[in-house]
């Protein structure tokens, strides 16, 4: 079936520090990718997507490619920020959509030191 | 208010009692959601709701039982918990039928069984 691996955590980083979190995917069909970011003490927050091969998805500074031909949808921000501190979810989901079913990785924490 | 939202925040019950958990979504949306969420495992989903229909249960045991009233509001009664049931519990809605149906979460309930 559908499945996300993330790189487990927790990742440590200092501020300004260049980040990636990596994400792999499988998917019978061609699946949407989705990155879901959890400040605490708060539920998941969607920071960005991407729908087909090669789109760029960004926000906020963060970015992530769907690249097909790696099954892969990594997050990157080039300038990390004490309050990017939360945990990062990879998520896929896979036509057809009133399956309703959305899989989501095991998120990443990533702690920013001043 | 806005997006959707959880009530309670917080809650502690004892193993003998009952309770029920509120979510709400001002999103207009008709697909909603519980998730569980428990240390240092991934987000697992209890139960899907699509116009007010139970789509899915995966395998949740009988303590949890789901109600949706309407496509705004979805209640989880719990009873007879246990205290391995200590997560945070996620409320989600999507709009269904839409490509992508990226899916927006409340704050969660975190429920501590003694």
């Known amino acids: 079936g559908d499945s996300v691996t993330q790189m487990e955590g927790p990742v440590t980083l200092s501020e300004e520090a260049f980040l990636t979190i990596n994400c792999t995917y499988t998917a019978t069909g061609y699946p949407s990718l989705f990155w879901y970011v959890q400040y605490p003490g708060e539920g998941l927050q969607l920071l960005l997507k991407a729908t087909k091969a090669d789109d760029k998805g960004s926000n906020k500074g963060f970015e992530a490619t769907y690249r097909k031909e790696t099954t892969s949808f990594h997050l990157e921000k080039g300038s990390v920020q004490v309050s990017d501190s939360a945990v990062y979810f990879c998520?896929?989901?896979?036509?057809?959509?009133?399956?309703?079913?959305?899989?989501f990785g095991a998120g990443t924490r990533l702690t920013v030191k001043p | 208010e806005t997006g959707v939202t959880q009530t309670p925040r917080h809650l502690v019950m004892g193993m003998t009692n009952k309770k029920s958990l509120k979510c709400e979504q001002h999103?207009?949306?008709?697909?909603m959601y519980w998730y569980k969420q428990s240390a240092k495992k991934p987000l697992e989903l209890m139960f899907v709701y699509n116009f007010k229909e139970q789509t899915e249960n995966n395998s949740v045991p009988s303590r949890f039982s789901p109600e949706c009233p309407n496509s705004s509001h979805l209640f989880l009664h719990l009873h007879t918990l246990q205290p391995e049931d200590s997560a945070l519990y996620l409320c989600?809605?999507?709009?269904?039928?839409?490509?992508?149906?990226?899916?927006?979460f409340g704050p969660g309930t975190r429920l501590t069984v003694t």
């Open positions: 999103l207009g949306h008709n697909a």
């Open positions: 989600a809605s999507s709009q269904d039928q839409t490509d992508p149906y990226e899916q927006y």
């Open positions: 998520a896929l989901s896979d036509p057809p959509y009133n399956n309703n079913d959305m899989r």
